[in-house]
């Protein structure tokens, strides 16, 4: 079958991140990748089984169903599960043989009942999301002893402002996560595995590392913002198309949706296979956390009204072209102008990993995916 668009995934790139991740924290601290969302975009399936063949420890999803596919796909290392578990999920825990995270008395009972046995207990350290608070995550921890059939295999937190160039809060959550472990060594209660670093903490903070760090974004080769850029990381990702139509319009002639541009002259358009659908284009909106960003945000909108912001380009035989007209669903025009090309030619599109549409084909490349077989079409659905 010959695509119209693809996302190539280099799994060696991934696994040279591993290496790196591995080398900073040393053989002592073991390494949990997280995988959840289709593994940043990159296809979960792939990289799991990269990620296994280059020595990580274990993986990390958020959904019994993330857990699932990686168990019908054949992988076989302990996944924990970031959501607390339900009481009623108890039986899809034990059946695909995953590790929930538990922060309740209610959830720790329904998975005791079901003799589930090794669990992570989630804690709140200030994040304010999920988990139990530590004076309630000590009590469970404690009452978790006293039950048959469980036993806590690991207890973690999740550090809320790791990335941010002000570590106080980090700090202060590094500082109640040590105590919450003084605190259960000294009721001589064995927690397993301490985890609480994610991607920048691992980086920035190195007595947060504990027993295993949990690396994600830096994986797929992306510095969380404002951490220092210490490891020789590689991107692996490229998403790609091919020009489905190439036409000449004349001077006058609006293209797409509103006909909000217009051709000052005869202008050669080629058509991708890609829109807003895929997550071409397809930016976070959030509320501006300072004063200082709200201002940049308005700055933005200025100068993307006065046309001098927020045009968004591919790249087509080696060349940046930009879009012109709406951006669609899933059909996108491109001026072609000083590019010499035909329909069918390769385009390079910058797609946001973590949006990209799961049903886009992702093509694993290098050494490695040849010797694990990864581009079988079972995995290229999966992923």
């Known amino acids: 079958m010959g695509y119209s668009r693809w996302i190539e995934v280099n799994v060696d790139c991934i696994c040279h991140n591993l290496q790196e991740i591995k080398q900073l924290v040393g053989t002592e601290t073991k390494v949990l990748a997280v995988v959840k969302a289709n593994a940043y975009g990159h296809g979960s399936v792939g990289v799991a089984k990269a990620l296994a063949y280059g020595g990580v420890d274990a993986f990390a999803v958020t959904t019994i169903e993330e857990g699932r596919e990686l168990r019908e796909a054949g992988v076989a290392l302990p996944i924990l599960v970031f959501a607390p578990m339900l009481p009623d999920q108890c039986d899809d825990m034990k059946r695909w043989q995953l590790t929930p995270s538990i922060d309740c008395e209610e959830a720790l009972l329904a998975w005791q009942a079901a003799a589930g046995g090794g669990f992570h207990l989630k804690i709140d350290t200030g994040m304010h999301r999920v988990g139990a608070f530590p004076e309630e995550g000590l009590a469970l921890a404690k009452q978790s002893k006293e039950l048959p059939d469980v036993q806590m295999t690991g207890v973690y937190s999740h550090l809320a402002t790791a990335q941010q160039s002000d570590v106080t809060a980090a700090k202060k959550q590094i500082a109640i996560f040590q105590k919450l472990l003084a605190d259960m060594k000294a009721e001589g209660i064995d927690y397993g595995l301490a985890h609480l670093a994610n991607s920048a903490g691992l980086i920035k903070f190195p007595e947060a590392r504990f027993d295993m760090v949990r690396a994600g974004t830096i994986l797929y080769g992306q510095y969380p913002a404002e951490t220092p850029h210490v490891l020789d990381l590689q991107d692996p990702w490229q998403a790609k198309g091919r020009l489905v139509e190439v036409k000449t319009v004349p001077a006058g002639g609006a293209i797409g949706y509103g006909g909000d541009y217009r051709?000052?002259?005869?202008?050669?358009?080629?058509?991708?296979?890609?829109?807003?659908?895929?997550?071409?284009?397809?930016?976070?909106?959030?509320?501006?956390?300072?004063?200082?960003?709200?201002?940049?945000?308005?700055?933005?909108?200025?100068?993307?009204?006065?046309?001098?912001?927020?045009?968004?380009?591919?790249?087509?035989?080696?060349?940046?072209?930009?879009?012109?007209g709406r951006i669609g669903m899933q059909l996108t025009s491109v001026s072609l102008t000083g590019v010499v090309a035909k329909a069918g030619d390769e385009v390079a599109v910058p797609l946001r990993r973590t949006t990209a549409n799961v049903a886009i084909p992702r093509v694993f490349t290098g050494a490695l995916a040849e010797q694990l077989h990864l581009n079988t079409v079972e995995e290229r659905e999966l992923g």
């Open 263 to 324: 051709c000052k002259k005869e202008e050669l358009v080629g058509v991708i296979p890609y829109g807003y659908a895929d997550g071409f284009n397809v930016l976070a909106s959030t509320r501006p956390a300072t004063i200082q960003s709200t201002f940049r945000d308005i700055l933005k909108a200025l100068a993307k009204a006065a046309g001098k912001y927020g045009t968004v380009y591919v790249r087509v035989n080696g060349k940046s072209v930009p879009v012109v």
